[in-house]
Nanobody, 115 residues
Framework: QVQLVESGGGSVQPGGSLRLSCAAS????????LGWYRQTPGKERELVAG???????NYADSVKGRFTISSDNAKNMVYLEMNNLNPEDTAVYFC?????????WGQGTQVTVSS
């Protein structure tokens, strides 16, 4: 069974930064495209950032210029660098890999932005 384990969430003040990490139990080469999603109570999960095997990225308009997705294939790690955070970024963040019929998800990590 494929496992994705997120870490790096926490509480931060507006304007602050966090780096989320996602450790995959299999080679990332089997899981592209990769992505980070987020979800708040009562809302659907939304794509924050995506990354293909060729290095192409896409971002939600709300995070463009502030968030950066990257991966380290040698370590089977996916990252989300988040800068200039604002309260609207508060959510549970999930790592996603396109493996299996329905894809694979991590358990999520909470990010809270407040003063």
């Amino acid at each position: 069974q494929v496992q994705l384990v997120e870490s790096g969430g926490g509480s931060v003040q507006p304007g602050g930064s966090l780096r989320l990490s996602c450790a995959a139990s299999i080679s990332l080469s089997e899981m592209y495209p990769l992505g980070w999603y987020r979800q708040t109570p009562g809302k659907e999960r939304e794509l924050v950032a995506g990354l293909t095997s060729t290095g192409s990225t896409n971002y939600a308009d709300s995070v463009k210029g502030r968030f950066t997705i990257s991966s380290d294939n040698a370590k089977n790690m996916v990252y989300l660098e988040m800068n200039n955070l604002n309260p609207e970024d508060t959510a549970v963040y999930f790592c996603f890999g396109d493996y299996g019929i329905f894809g694979s998800w991590g358990q999520g990590t909470q990010v809270t932005v407040s003063s």
